[in-house]
């Protein structure tokens, strides 16, 4: 069994410009260009907790609350919040930045799950977490009612329309 190590650990914030090019024909972001920068600080957050490569198991959720428009910037900030044998549930929030008048509003949450993968593919213990702030506990208290509900939607049977 690893050590566990403290929730900041794996704390990671990256900045993005919204440019022309990443809107569509409302000058807002595309959802699916704000995903695949869920995705990206999803795997680097869990590569720095693991300390191994990982690999997208599941985006359990996310929630648009607010467009965010070309020229304003992106700020997203996860954290691993909770963890099982190999994998670990990442919180994710993007908020945007208007440049001008530093209105900061809440655009994404997200909760993803990675797996911690060896050479050979396979999956990989990994350390627990424990919380060191009020946000952190909040988070990693919730954790298992998270790790239940995606337990029971894997347990559904699956069926094509």
């Known amino acids: 069994m ?20 990443d809107t569509n024909h409302m000058n807002t972001i595309f959802g699916g260009k704000i995903l695949a920068y869920i995705d990206e600080i999803a795997a680097i957050t869990s590569m720095k907790h693991a300390k191994m490569q990982t690999v997208t198991a599941s985006f359990d959720s996310v929630d648009f609350f ?20 190999s994998s670990m549930e990442i919180y994710i929030r993007v908020q945007s930045r208007d440049i001008e008048t530093h209105e900061k509003k809440l655009t994404t949450e997200s909760f993803v799950t990675m797996v911690a993968v060896g050479e050979d593919g396979k999956p990989r213990e990994v350390a627990a977490v424990y919380p060191e702030t009020n946000e952190e506990r909040r988070l990693f ?12 939607k894997r347990d559904l049977p699956h069926s094509f329309l």
Do not use: D, Y
């Open 2 to 21: 690893l050590e566990p190590i403290p929730m900041s650990t794996s704390k990671t914030i990256q900045t993005r410009l919204v440019l022309p090019p």
């Open 66 to 85: 607010s467009p965010v428009r070309s020229g304003e910037v992106l700020e997203l900030e996860a954290i691993v919040s909770s963890t099982g044998h």
């Open 141 to 152: 208290e919730t954790g298992p009612a998270r790790r239940a509900h995606r337990k029971a």
